[in-house]
């Protein structure tokens, strides 16, 4: 079975600039969530969706957004993006039954900005 | 405030000793709570999880759950160079919905 695939894997941008990451899950997994890596802060949560649909989101400010399509496939984008949006942003998918289900975490995207 | 702790580290055990991580959380509701591990450049992948109050045990790997305290453990026996990672710990926050709160993670260097 594939695993959670993100990309692209790197990305460099400038302050202003927009940029959209792409996040395909397990086969059959329904949840999608976000989450946000950095050295100081670790990981923080963003949106979690499921069956297209926003079910949780965390304290980022509305420049992060993101959606589902029916194939359960997830994009998050970030607008104006500031230097302190440089992270790493995991994907991770899950069935979507329980809230205590594991996560399948994917590879990631880096993501710089000068 | 952040609703769940973690000590940094490192953490360094020598080969085949016991390794002894902590987490203490904030919310004296929280029900579900989750190790994580992490090498170097790599996504988090889970170790255990744990709901009730005790000892949970899978293999070398021991999660300790105290909900009076409000802080949940990870014992890793005979360690071996292969565990040094950093251990996540996890907590499903609020109880019941899909979010997870994370602590910063505990760095584990494993000698040989």
């Known amino acids: 079975k594939a695993g959670v695939t993100q990309t692209p894997r790197y990305l460099i941008k400038t302050r202003g600039q927009q940029v959209t990451l792409s996040c395909s899950p397990i086969?059959?997994?329904?949840?999608v969530s976000w989450y946000q890596q950095t050295p100081g802060q670790g990981l923080q949560f963003l949106f979690e969706?499921?069956?297209?649909?926003?079910?949780n989101k965390g304290n980022f400010p509305g420049r992060f957004s993101g959606r589902q399509f029916s194939n359960s496939r997830s994009e998050m984008n970030v607008s104006t993006l500031e230097l302190g949006d440089s992270a790493l942003y995991l994907c991770?998918?899950?069935?979507?039954?329980?809230?205590?289900?594991?996560?399948?975490f994917g590879s990631g995207t880096q993501l710089s900005v000068l | 405030q952040k609703e769940v702790e973690q000590n940094s580290g490192p953490l360094s055990v020598p080969e085949g000793a016991i390794a002894s991580l902590n987490c203490t959380y904030s919310?004296?509701?929280?029900?579900?709570f989750f190790w994580y591990r992490q090498y170097s450049g790599k996504s988090p992948e889970l170790i255990m999880f744990?709901?009730?109050?005790g000892d949970k045990e899978d293999g070398r790997f021991t999660a300790q759950l105290n909900k009076a305290s409000q802080y949940v453990s990870l014992l890793i026996r005979d360690s071996q160079p292969s565990d040094s990672a950093t251990y996540l710990c996890?907590?499903?926050?609020?109880?019941?919905?899909?979010?997870?709160?994370f602590g910063t993670g505990t760095r584990l260097k494993v000698l040989a």
């Open positions: 919310d004296r509701g929280s029900q579900s």
């Open positions: 969706y499921f069956s297209e649909t926003q079910r």
């Open positions: 744990i709901y009730s109050n």
């Open positions: 996890a907590v499903n926050y609020p109880p019941g919905t899909y979010k997870y709160i």
């Open positions: 991770a998918s899950s069935l979507g039954d329980s809230s205590n289900e594991k996560l399948f």
């Open positions: 086969s059959g997994h329904r949840s």
